[in-house]
């Protein structure tokens, strides 16, 4: 009885220097729990834990999101309108100009969104993601989507979920390794939600999330992605889960139009990636104030979804009326209604709501909006695949597998678009219960996302980032140099010497300095030149030194010079160009600001490769 009660006694006073050293005096009584849950579990047991924690929140936010815009949706429709047109102009617009505002006075005009922003943060923040983003993106897109903005909720699901996993960590100072793992938990718990599809939630975290970051454990991200779906199947309404019923069955003499429509995705991805840029480009290019672009970007939405409203909101709703051979009930409600609706007259109105749609959709986005690619591919993709459908159907083919092509091509546009083949082909197969159609949806998703690939390595989204360094990629080795920072390897206790000052003065500096390089500057500080002890040296012992009267006559032009923006990769190439170890670093103006070294680049790159190989 004295042992069990010593025994008691010692674990009590140890959790009492846990409290006191993690200084937990303020904490909630769950985190309390938690903590010392961390110090007694073993680190597999604390992930696994930690990943059904981070995989419910994160479930149970993309549950309050998808909730939040059924219901906004459910309102406005039930609004009264004399003229149907009223309501396309009126909530578009409005629901712009609402996000702007909520974004400029709740959110300090900090709006960082969309899958480049968490990436951002895992390969240039150590996978620190603002609290705040637990909840933004929830608000920001219920608003933008609920009242028919024309983009997606899974991309602000999905940074909804990064935030709670990594604040999460935070809070329980874990690793950065530790970190980045569970952030990827929450945003695969997010998809799974989403979706009701957790292998498709692991795979989005695989292939977009993790590029370039090697992990041994990967059970947390599978039990996230459970409890994530688990929630969707239990809190959503049938009527609210990304759900198709229809198809058909899989017939291999039907491959021939599997492998056309691999193309035609392939080159509409490349179509929508293109606008989207161009749309961005052109936006940011406008001498308009955040407010002023909002409701410029509204009234072209609000304008789009007048002439065409399957482009309101999502859209999932009208690739189930594709699936459900419910076409007519589309185009009731466009201007095309005017005419006698035949075969061609859908096709011209499906050609398009195709091409429009990528206009929809960047317009909402990068005018003011909240949204992601993840619905407008995947909508476009079944649009696309229903329209190759009808036009081997009034060409004269009979057996067309209208429901497989509508399945499969939006398979192949989210792959072209994302970049992600396995995330697409597991949520089309998860979501239309077609395993059996993983052939056909392998064939698409792979043709569309080689096109994509042939056209640009590297997702265009994100190709700016990635040249930046900013973003990691799958070259391993570059993204730990991309990890480190510049302003960590200059040495800014440097030694200089004015270039008018005597022979004698450099001489002096040598003896009671420690540094074998210098540089010489002039009065203002700007770099005119470099000496070593090599270049000194000869003049050490030269009886003819009163002939040189200046540090000017004996300095020597550097090999380069560094600027203190250049990243760690392109230093090490200067290196390696030059032959040389040290080299001088200033500011665009010439200001000297130190010395870098090309042996602290690589004793840092070999510490931190040690760090992620453990």
């Known amino acids: 009885m004295k042992i069990h009660n010593k025994k008691k006694y010692l674990s009590f006073l140890k959790f009492k220097r846990d409290f006191q050293k993690y200084g937990l005096e303020k904490a909630r009584s769950y985190e309390l729990i938690l903590h010392w849950l961390n110090n007694r579990l073993s680190r597999n047991q604390f992930l696994v834990l930690s990943g059904i924690l981070v995989g419910c929140t994160a479930g149970l936010a993309g549950v309050i999101l998808k909730t939040l815009v059924h219901t906004i949706h459910n309102f406005i429709t039930h609004i009264h309108f004399e003229y149907q047109i009223l309501f396309y102009i009126v909530f578009p617009f409005l ?3 609402l996000t702007t505002a909520i974004v400029i006075t709740l959110f300090k005009g900090q709006d960082r969104k969309g ?16 609290s705040v983003k637990m909840y933004s993106q929830v608000i920001q897109s219920a608003v933008t989507v609920g009242l028919g903005g024309s983009a997606g909720l899974e991309s602000p699901i999905a940074v909804t979920g990064a935030a709670i996993g990594s604040n999460y960590a935070q809070t329980y100072r874990l690793s950065y390794k530790e970190r980045t793992l569970l952030l990827a938990a929450g945003a695969t718990a997010g998809i799974a939600s989403a979706f009701n599809a957790p292998i498709a939630g692991i795979m989005f975290a695989f292939e977009i999330l993790l590029t370039g970051v090697v992990f041994t454990d990967f059970i947390p991200l599978v039990v996230a992605a459970v409890c994530g779906s688990l929630l969707s199947r239990v809190l959503l309404q049938e009527d609210i889960l990304f759900r198709f019923y229809a198809r058909e069955a899989f017939n291999y003499k039907n491959v021939p139009y599997y492998l056309i429509l691999g193309i035609v995705t392939g080159l509409y991805a490349r179509y929508f990636v293109v606008i989207s840029q161009k749309v961005e480009h052109f936006i940011k290019g406008l001498k308009l104030s955040r407010m002023r672009k909002a409701m410029f970007g509204g009234l072209v939405l609000s304008l789009l979804c007048v002439l065409f409203p399957p ?7 009208t690739v189930k009326a594709f699936t459900n051979g419910s076409t007519h ?3 009731r409600n466009s201007f095309f209604r005017y005419f006698e609706i035949g075969d061609w007259t859908i096709i011209i109105f499906l050609v398009l709501v195709c091409l429009l749609k990528a206009f929809a959709t960047s317009f909402t986005i990068f005018s003011g909006g909240n949204g992601g690619n993840f619905a407008p591919s995947l909508f476009a993709g079944g649009t696309v695949g229903y329209l190759f459908a009808l036009v081997c159907q009034h060409i004269g083919f009979t057996e067309v597998p209208v429901t497989n092509l509508v399945l499969v091509g939006m398979a ?3 792959s072209g678009v994302l970049y992600a083949p396995l995330t697409a082909i597991f949520l089309i197969a998860e979501s239309s219960f077609g395993y059996d159609l993983f052939i056909p949806l392998m064939i698409v998703s792979i043709i569309s996302y080689l096109i994509a690939k042939w056209f640009s390595p590297i997702s265009p989204e994100l190709k700016s980032l990635a040249d930046q360094g900013k973003i990691f990629t799958n070259k391993h080795d570059k993204n730990l140099l991309f990890a480190l920072r510049t302003e960590d390897f200059i040495d800014k206790y440097s030694e200089t010497i004015n270039e008018n000052a005597s022979v004698n003065d450099l001489f002096e500096l040598v003896k009671n300095g420690n540094k074998n390089i210098f540089a010489a500057t002039d009065e203002a500080g700007k770099l005119k030149g470099i000496l070593t002890l090599d270049d000194i040296r000869p003049y050490l012992f030269n009886k003819e030194i009163d002939n040189l009267q200046t540090v000017a006559q004996i300095m020597k032009a550097p090999p380069a010079v560094i600027y203190r923006e250049n990243q760690p990769l392109e230093i090490l190439q200067i290196f390696d160009d030059t032959a040389v170890w040290n080299l001088p670093v200033t500011s665009e103006n010439n200001d000297f600001i130190g010395f870098i070294s090309k042996s602290s680049i690589l004793m840092s790159y070999r510490q931190l490769l040690k760090e992620y190989s453990d």
């Open 95 to 97: 629901g712009i100009i």
């Open 115 to 130: 899958i480049g922003a968490i990436l951002y943060e895992i390969a240039q923040n150590s996978s620190i993601v603002a």
């Open 311 to 317: 482009l309101f909101g999502e859209g999932y709703e």
């Open 329 to 331: 009930s589309i185009i």
């Open 412 to 414: 192949g546009a989210m």
